[in-house]
């Protein structure tokens, strides 16, 4: 990840929900804080579904798309993805959206 990363919107949302739950609740045991692995993954497939829907919706209203696609190799593992990211144009914004990625099978 980019040093950047530290800088967007999601990472300093992240990091101000911290400090307000301790600044509220003083310190706690994360552990405890924490969902359990089995709550994330019963909300994985509506998370997935809403993301995709916020996908589409932002392609049908582009006025332009651009597509471009990106290979890499997880060295530690040996295993090999691509990616196609759209780049949408329209009302004066620019949004990158990650439509599709896969295992790349040799």
């Not at 696609?69 to 949004?95: E, M, P, Q």
Request: hydrophobic share 40%; with cysteine.
């Amino acid at each position: 990840m980019p040093y950047s990363a530290i800088t967007g919107d999601g990472f300093q949302s992240l990091c101000q929900t911290l400090v307000n739950y301790g600044g509220r609740f003083g310190r706690f045991d994360v552990r405890k804080a924490m969902p359990d692995r089995s709550t994330i993954a019963r909300h994985v497939p509506e998370i997935v579904e809403a993301t995709k829907a916020d996908v589409r919706q932002k392609l049908s209203k582009a006025e332009y798309i651009a597509l471009t696609s990106d290979g890499w190799t997880d060295d530690f593992h040996k295993i090999s993805y691509v990616t196609v990211t759209a780049t949408v144009l329209g009302n004066a914004t620019v949004r990158s959206l990650v439509t599709f990625t896969a295992l790349v099978v040799v």
